[in-house]
């Protein structure tokens, strides 16, 4: 059984481009949440998806955007991407209690 | 409020002793502390989780103590091993577990010397 798989595993991107970054969630998991992690800080929550609709989203600015597909895998898309915006960018699924991240994708915005 | 403080922030121990971490939490409505290790280039990776009705659980080396009238939590690694050697995360989550959003600490560097 595949885990949680985030694609692709890193990225460099220029300063007011924009990202894509996808997850596919672990078999049967129906939640998919979204955190950046930055440099040696703990992982801090930027969204929650499930039935398709963002249920929790969390201090982040609206150019963070996501979409969950019938499927359960999902999007995390940022635009007028800034510097402070590198950081590793970490998908959980979760079914009922636990969540499973990903390796995350490494973003670097130069 | 929603804050979650993890300590130390980094910890070196002897192959074969005790490691621990330490986190404090204000809000009272959390119900789920999990904890997490991280590898070099990997995501969390959850090692055990404790909910405020029970003081303690133990699976294998790894150990929660939970004082909920303190409002803190605490990591036990016991015959600390250098594959231990990660970064280690406590969290903290409402509605019982983590299909809510996880409010993480800043994370604690162990290394375990051979």
């Known amino acids: 059984d595949a885990g949680v798989t985030q694609s692709p595993t890193h990225l460099i991107k220029t300063r007011g481009q924009q990202v894509t970054l996808r997850c596919s969630p672990k078999?049967?998991?129906?939640?998919v949440s979204w955190y950046q992690q930055a440099l040696g800080q703990g992982p801090q929550f930027i969204f929650q998806?499930?039935?398709?609709?963002?249920?929790q989203r969390g201090n982040f600015p609206d150019r963070f955007s996501g979409h969950q597909f019938p499927n359960y895998s999902s999007e995390l898309n940022v635009n007028a991407l800034l510097l402070g915006d590198s950081a590793l960018y970490l998908c959980?699924?979760?079914?009922?209690?636990?969540?499973?991240f990903g390796q995350g994708t490494r973003l670097t915005v130069v | 409020q929603q804050q979650v403080k993890q300590s130390p922030q980094s910890l070196i121990v002897q192959k074969g002793g005790i490691s621990i971490i330490n986190c404090a939490y204000e809000?009272?409505?959390?119900?789920?502390f999990p904890w997490y290790q991280q590898f070099p280039g990997k995501g969390p990776a959850l090692l055990i989780a404790?909910?405020?009705?029970?003081s303690e659980k133990k699976e294998g080396r790894f150990t929660i103590s939970f004082n909920k009238s303190a409002k803190q939590f605490s990591l036990h690694i016991m015959d600390s091993q250098p594959g231990d050697s990660a970064t280690y995360f406590c969290?903290?989550?409402?509605?019982?577990?983590?299909?809510?959003?996880?409010?993480f600490g800043t994370g604690t560097l162990l290394a375990v010397q051979p």
């Open positions: 809000n009272t409505a959390f119900d789920y």
């Open positions: 078999s049967g998991h129906d939640t």
């Open positions: 404790i909910r405020p009705d029970v």
């Open positions: 969290a903290a989550a409402l509605g019982g577990g983590a299909t809510n959003k996880l409010i």
């Open positions: 998806y499930y039935e398709e609709e963002e249920r």
């Open positions: 959980a699924s979760s079914l009922f209690t636990e969540a499973f």
